[in-house]
């Protein structure tokens, strides 16, 4: 690990001496593009992160809403009553490196991070999201990846007691040398119980409570921000931490008891960085300093350097602003689950200062350290967009091998082995456009059963979670491909009857040094930005993973969304055919095949499809259809276009029987539209009149065939063999 030669400069003018060895590592940590975004954050002011909603937005360890409340009419109500408001946080992350280097450990701790980083804001973690990304299906590496990486989430999730409810799986030769881990989590809390990242009070305590400090994960920070090696899975393996999801869910329950008896004053994950990262930016946004005595922290290991104990990022961590007369029912709650508990130092005026064996090793201006990195003035060049040139297909054969591919297959091989229905709150369950959680009661109550004694207020919400990207895509247009991933997350809430209320972005790509990575980069977060402001939707928070680059290239510009929406009630129309109404397809084509799984199976490139002007308008009036009665089933049309989605939609009772006009509305993947069963066609036009076109696709059928007549060619598939051509991804992994 070193300094650069340009920021040591800045650090030896700002401290007048040169900074000693932990100083050194800490800057170099946190100023990395992984924690201090200095080629990214010159960007990020494009984002909205305001509304009436938001109480808590970017900055802190994740972003707070609020959350409408309804009665029993499906009215919303005044929350503000003396029952209080509900919260609910929303945070994303990625591990990108750590997964590539062991994929079991890399998963499993990112799960873990976002978890604390709930728990940091006071809130009980209730659902997580994971959008995962690696090279060819066909290649070996990438399955050995997928299966090390869903290993490690499952197991971490299922043992922390918190369901994995939604997300996305892709696959695209650019990920072959770094696979994305980005893992979102929901929480969930009262208002009198928040707590931030913001130190208080000079004075206060600063306690460590949760596993010993090793010297797992040294490094990580700068780990993240460095281009993958060739021998990254051997030479870089130290920089990945060890996850215990028994100890993280004993951690869970203590900071509930600590926050239930109003204990912490703020708190902060030890997560990029450690202890040194977490205890200097929480002082730092008090505008406060440390005293912090590194020989008290509980460690796992003998004679750790001053170095180690900052830069360890040890997992299952958490720093406390804790009042002094209230630091023994700390200890008390801390032995209670068997965690370990230090008092390193407190909240000091001036600067942040550590010392071991008596000495100062660290003594530097909080501020400057946690927000003092120069940010990057980079280059940047603008992609083109691809001409027409459509390739001559048979309807058959095109048909089997866009519904067939692995970015499209049936994802049920890795969302089986998650617990998605722990928690007794899962309304709608994965392989849906989106999951729907019900949140029964006002608060963090733990499970629905608690919160069903008739003594928790009720909510009446059911909050609706999608999260992705298509990186097919971001590859033909990072600007358009990034507008339509917001469009497809919004879309899906949509089609669930929910409103959009609030996004947490992750947003990856690789070197920025290089002009052309830099600029598709650039449109990646412009794209986001346009659309969600276009949908009225506030981004209260994200990630950005840079460097995603190795001796395999760049990976594609990747910008992973992660979406909730409100609703009344719980309930949510099916995806699947019911078998006993119209079809209807309702928005509007494109009208071109531009990052299209179609060409990328069949070959050739066109531009990428436009999309509607007015989609906030579209997406309102979805979600009304959705909660009408007379609807079956809504699907959202996006990945594989209709093909897929009739596809995703046919069971062994119910299929449909569709004639289109073209390929392209076959193949066409316009996000903001969907696929309607309904028994009054005539409302559902109602609805959409003046808003989006309403086309009849044909019939649902009872006989689970699907049967699909394409420009004078016609197919014919039983559920049988659609289940077939879905199963690509269980056939080679089980």
């Not at 996850?243 to 109003?262: M, R, T, W």
């Not at 912490?264 to 030890?270: C, G, I, K, P, T």
């Not at 002007?613 to 309102?620: G, H, I, K, Q």
Request: with cysteine.
């Amino acid at each position: 690990m070193s300094l650069p030669d340009a920021d040591r400069e800045l650090v030896v003018a700002e401290l007048g001496r040169d900074p000693t060895p932990a100083e050194t590592v800490l800057f170099e940590n946190l100023w990395s593009e992984h924690c201090a975004y200095r080629s990214s954050r010159p960007l990020l002011s494009a984002f909205s992160s305001e509304g009436d909603q938001v109480v808590v937005g970017p900055g802190d360890d994740a972003a707070v809403v609020r959350l409408p409340t309804y009665d029993a009419d499906g009215n919303e109500v005044d929350s503000t009553d003396s029952a209080g408001e509900t919260y609910v946080t929303l945070g994303i992350e990625s591990h990108n490196h750590p997964s590539y280097v062991d994929p079991y450990d890399g998963a499993a701790t990112g799960v873990g991070g976002i978890v604390r980083d709930t728990l940091s804001m006071g809130a009980y973690p209730i659902a997580l999201a994971d959008s995962l990304y690696f090279g060819g299906f066909d290649r070996e590496h990438s399955r050995y990846l997928l299966e090390g990486v869903v290993e490690g989430i499952a197991d971490y999730g299922n043992a922390i007691g918190v369901p994995t409810v939604a997300g996305s799986v892709e696959f695209h030769d650019g990920y072959e040398g770094n696979p994305l881990v980005n893992v979102a989590c929901v929480g969930l809390l009262d208002e009198e119980r928040l707590v931030t990242a913001e130190a208080q009070s000079a004075g206060n305590k600063l306690v460590l409570v949760g596993n010993a400090t090793g010297r797992d994960g040294l490094g990580g920070a700068s780990f993240a921000s460095e281009d993958l090696a060739e021998d990254a899975e051997t030479e870089d393996r130290p920089a990945v931490q060890v996850g215990d999801p028994y100890s993280e869910k004993l951690l869970i329950e203590a900071n509930e008891e600590l926050v239930d008896e109003s204990l912490v004053e703020s708190a902060r994950d030890l997560g990029a960085a450690g202890l040194g990262g977490a205890s200097s930016e929480l002082v730092a946004k008090g505008g406060f300093g440390a005293d912090i005595d590194l020989d008290r922290v509980h460690q796992r290991e003998p004679n750790m350097s001053a170095l180690e104990i900052l830069l360890a990022e040890s997992q299952e961590r958490m720093c406390y602003e804790v009042r002094a007369e209230n630091l023994p029912r700390v200890t008390e709650i801390a032995e209670k689950y068997d965690l370990g508990c230090s008092v390193i130092g407190e909240v000091a005026e001036g600067n942040y200062v550590c010392t071991k064996d008596g000495e100062t090793v660290v003594d530097v201006p909080p501020e400057f350290l946690a927000e003092g990195a120069p940010m990057n003035d980079l280059d940047s060049v603008e992609p083109e967009q691809p001409d027409r040139d459509l390739p001559d297909a048979e309807l058959e054969e095109a048909f089997e091998a866009v519904v067939g591919s692995p970015s499209t297959a049936s994802k049920r091989w890795v969302y089986r082995q998650y617990d998605h229905e722990v928690g007794l709150r899962t309304a709608v369950r994965p392989g849906d456009d989106a999951a729907v959680m019900a949140i029964r009661e006002a608060g963090a109550a733990r499970s629905a059963a608690e919160s069903s004694n008739g003594d928790s207020r009720e909510t009446g919400a059911g909050l609706a979670i999608s999260s992705g990207a298509n990186p097919n895509w971001t590859t033909c247009a990072p600007y358009d491909g990034a507008r339509a991933v917001a469009l497809e997350n919004a879309t899906n809430l949509a089609a669930k009857g929910a409103t959009p209320l609030a996004a947490v972005d992750c947003l990856n790509g690789g070197n920025p040094e290089k002009p052309e990575v830099y600029g598709g980069f650039r449109g990646i977060v412009d794209g986001l930005a346009d659309m969600c402001r276009d949908l009225s939707v506030p981004v209260v928070g994200g990630n950005v993973s840079l460097y995603n680059d190795s001796v395999s290239g760049p990976i594609p510009p990747t910008p992973t969304l992660a979406a909730v929406g409100t609703k009344a009630g719980y309930d949510a129309p099916p995806a699947a055919f019911a078998g006993e109404g119209e079809l209807l397809l309702v928005g509007e084509s494109g009208g071109a095949l531009g990052g299209s799984e179609f060409l990328a199976r069949m070959g050739g490139s066109d531009a990428f499809p436009a999309l509607p002007e007015n989609a906030s308008e579209v997406l309102t009036a979805l979600a009304e259809v959705a909660d009408r009665e007379e609807t079956l089933a809504v699907h959202d049309v996006s990945h594989g276009g209709l093909a897929v989605s009739l596809a995703e939609m046919v069971t062994a009772e119910a299929g449909a029987d569709v004639t289109l006009g073209s390929l392209l509305t076959l193949f066409d993947e316009t996000p903001g539209r969907a696929v309607v069963e309904t028994t009054d066609a005539e409302a559902v036009r109602e609805a959409l009149d003046g808003v989006a076109p309403v086309t009849t696709l044909g019939a649902a059928t009872t006989d689970g065939t699907l049967s699909l007549s394409v420009a004078g060619e016609t197919v014919e598939y039983d559920a049988a063999a659609v289940s077939e051509l879905r199963g690509a991804l269980a056939r080679e992994l089980d």
